[in-house]
């Protein structure tokens, strides 16, 4: 038995792998202590396993604020370094604080790609560690060829100096570190980084090479449509809701908002013009809105309902094209309409539409109801999606990305 710790970062669908990683290495014999933001803790000691709150609190102010910007910013890059000066390096001096109290006596530290301050515990430690992923866009950057013949620096590079700055560097420095030369380079471990992505979703080309290794997603145990019905007594409005003979839209953002009562009313005018029949869950960032009844009892707004149980309930899933929601979508079966607001997201709505299982993504600043309606109604009424989101669930249901990682992670501790 190995005493292993998860150092995550971000929300709750960065932690909800990481969860189901836990609970497989657990299953394996293994003792596991999960790390995150303080306010995982909940939703982490929900599932029985132990947690250590990494950093300070996150000021809901600041998130909102910040959502607002990205909204009105349409340059990925600049989106992600607002993301990084302001969420991600401010905190990160407390997450190694407490980072390094974790990873005591840890004969394996399995960390996500962007939690620095748990790569740099494991420096100062001298403790081993792997890296995960969720999704394969970085490390294409990383693995880019020279900008020129001559040039020293790759692409990776001259996009992490703008990205990153230097405050990360700063930090090394200040804990008697050595320099490093790319931040993007650094956030993936040379030994081995678990990428909890399907390969049936990517053709041989787009594969990543070695130390990177494709385990399939990593999800929660599923206990089924009657097993969560009976557990959790759905609501009545809820249960009477999905009782209706139309099956209903699905409306899900997880933790992005931004301008939201702007997005309220684009949501209502696109479920108005497209007829249809809709649930808006608030997720995360507790996206709701506050006249539903002008649709005539055609829109539930809910909270928490697991997406293994409400995506099935659905004609289509219109989503931000996490890399989470994305794999439930897929597993479920059905069509997405994926508006994507930063970071990964685009790759995931343009893999949707090209694997043919959604219409074309829609970008946030661009968004307006005419053509969100448009992509719901399309999404709900091409049979080839639905189609084809069927037989890629069949290959998904043939996976288990739990166990293969944990099976990679038990090799690497056996060799050492």
Not at 391 to 397: C, E, F, K, T, V
Request: glycine share 8%.
């Amino acid at each position: 038995m190995a005493r292993i710790v998860l150092l995550t970062w971000g929300s709750q669908g960065d932690v909800s792998p990481f969860v189901a990683l836990a609970l497989g290495l657990r299953a394996a014999g293994h003792e596991v202590l999960v790390g995150a933001q303080p306010f995982h803790a909940a939703f982490v000691e929900h599932h029985g396993l132990r947690f250590h709150a990494l950093g300070d609190e996150s000021c809901a102010e600041e998130y909102a604020a910040l959502m607002d910007r990205l909204v009105d910013e349409p340059n990925p890059r600049k989106q992600m370094r607002a993301v990084l000066q302001t969420l991600l390096l401010p905190g990160l001096e407390a997450q190694l604080r407490d980072a390094r109290l974790a990873v005591a006596d840890a004969d394996l530290l399995v960390v996500h790609w962007m939690q620095l301050a748990g790569m740099m515990a494991a420096e100062i430690t001298h403790s081993p560690w792997v890296t995960v992923s969720l999704n394969p866009v970085g490390l294409r950057v990383v693995a880019e060829p020279p900008v020129t013949a001559n040039a020293t620096r790759n692409l990776g590079k001259l996009l992490s100096d703008f990205i990153w700055g230097d405050a990360f560097h700063r930090l090394r420095a200040r804990h008697g570190l050595p320099p490093i030369d790319s931040v993007a380079d650094y956030q993936y471990s040379k030994q081995l980084n678990l990428v909890a992505v399907s390969p049936a979703l990517l053709s041989e080309q787009e594969k990543p090479a070695s130390p990177h290794h494709l385990t399939g997603f990593w999800h929660l145990p599923n206990a089924g449509n009657g097993e969560y019905e009976e557990n959790n007594a759905l609501s009545h409005e809820l249960s009477t809701f999905l009782a209706h003979p139309e099956t209903p839209v699905v409306i899900s953002f997880g933790s992005m908002a931004g301008h939201t009562p702007e997005l309220s009313r684009i949501v209502l005018d696109a479920v108005r013009l497209a007829g249809c029949r809709a649930i808006l869950q608030g997720g995360w960032a507790g996206f709701t809105v506050n006249d539903a009844e002008n649709l005539d009892g055609r829109l539930l707004c809910v909270g928490h309902v697991p997406h293994d149980f409400l995506f099935q309930q659905a004609a289509c899933v219109v989503h931000h094209g996490g890399a989470g929601t994305t794999a439930a979508a897929l597993r479920a079966g059905v069509p997405s309409v994926v508006v994507w607001h930063m970071l990964d997201q685009s790759y995931w709505g343009q893999l949707l539409h090209r694997l043919g299982c959604a219409p074309q993504p829609l970008a946030r600043h661009d968004l307006n109801s005419a053509a969100l309606s448009e992509r719901i109604i399309e999404a709900q009424t091409q049979a080839s999606y639905r189609v084809c989101c069927a037989d890629i669930a069949m290959q998904l249901a043939q996976e288990n990305g739990v166990t293969n990682a944990v099976d990679q992670i038990q090799r690497l501790l056996s060799s050492a």
